[in-house]
């Protein structure tokens, strides 16, 4: 795949990790800001290692109750979709009882060959079961 393919084809991802770095070294600028003036304010040392433990902490507080969260929310939904889990089929699987029902009653001699032919032209689906569509 050339440079232009891989950057279309994966765009939204892109995207999406460039905002999550934006947004990452931004919390992080203004978390030091924010603990420079703190530790001024109390009149102590301006050290690295104590913001690193801060801002650590406050990063994966925040992954954990909006990320994490989000990420389970849309990415386990999307996955178990993919892998066609019985609540994602569910619907898909009457639609295509349906339309088999349909093309046998609207032509009874060619309906049966246009469901085998487009069985097998799907035949790798994860969702194809030809129990439900059975006639």
């Not at 301006?46 to 902490?57: K, S």
């Amino acid at each position: 795949m050339s440079k232009i393919s891989l950057m279309r084809a994966y765009g939204y991802a892109w995207i999406t990790l460039g905002l999550f770095f934006f947004s990452l070294a931004g919390h992080w600028i203004f978390g030091w800001f924010a603990f420079v003036q703190e530790q001024t304010a109390h009149g102590q040392a301006i050290e690295v290692g104590p913001y690193m433990v801060e801002i650590l902490r406050d990063t994966f507080e925040n992954w954990q109750s909006e990320f994490l969260q989000l990420l389970w929310q849309v990415g386990g939904l999307a996955f178990f979709l993919f892998l066609g889990s019985p609540q994602s089929k569910e619907g898909s699987d009457r639609l295509e009882a349906k339309i088999d029902v349909i093309l046998r009653r609207v032509d009874p001699k060619d309906g049966e060959g246009v469901i085998k032919e487009l069985d097998e032209r799907y035949s790798g689906r994860h969702t194809d079961q030809p129990e439900a569509h059975a006639g």
